[in-house]
């Protein structure tokens, strides 16, 4: 099963090594078919230093911790 990737921007950048990273996921209404944006927050692990509104690309990967189960790609 292929590993999923994300598009999103860092919200918070206050622990080490991990970043907080809000993804929109656009979602169909079922009643009455228009598009909404619900946003979910990711954290992810980060060896790089990443300042609050980068955008960046997140991928699924072993646990690195009880929360951190994604890693920041590019």
């Known amino acids: 099963m292929p590993k999923k990737k994300f598009n999103g921007t860092v919200v918070s950048n206050k622990m080490n090594k991990t970043v907080v990273v809000a993804v929109e996921i656009p979602k169909k ?5 228009k598009r909404i944006k619900n946003t979910k927050r990711f954290k992810a692990h980060s060896k790089e ?8 690309l997140i991928e ?3 646990p690195f911790s009880k929360e951190v189960t994604w890693k920041v790609t590019k």
């Not at 209404?29 to 078919?33: A, E, I, T």
């Not at 990443?50 to 960046?56: A, M, Y």
């Open 29 to 33: 209404h079922p009643l009455y078919d």
């Open 49 to 56: 230093t990443h300042k609050i509104g980068d955008v960046v």
């Open 60 to 62: 699924e990967c072993k």
